[in-house]
């Protein structure tokens, strides 16, 4: 749920410019670059430190708590305008509830 409760806050914080181009040199609205900078925390060019993180950390990898939160977001879907069979996206019938459109 934290991806959830940092969309509120960044919504709430932004309030109507959400969609307002924030970044000119990669024209971003402050929905894309919330959206981006998840997905960077998990970005490391380094494959031995991913395989060190993979067998000592019990959670998922960092491709799949990216794209594992990400894909599932309806609000990432529209801002990036996905389309179903994209690779970062899942497909309704085996999206998990708890990324609900009712968080945005």
């Known amino acids: 749920y934290g ?3 940092a969309y509120r806050a960044k919504k709430k914080a932004i309030g109507d410019d959400l ?4 970044n000119a040199d990669h024209q971003m ?5 919330f959206y981006n900078s998840l997905a960077i925390q998990f970005c490391s060019p380094n494959r031995n430190a991913q395989w060190l993180y993979a067998v000592k950390d019990v959670h998922s990898g960092f491709m799949y708590r990216a794209s594992g939160v990400l894909g599932q977001l309806a609000d990432f879907k529209r801002t990036f305008a996905c389309y179903e069979d994209d690779l970062m996206t899942f497909p309704e019938t085996s999206m998990c509830p708890v990324f609900s459109e009712s968080f945005a």
């Open 19 to 22: 969609d307002k181009i924030v």
């Open 3 to 5: 991806v959830q409760i």
């Open 29 to 33: 609205t402050h929905r894309q670059l």
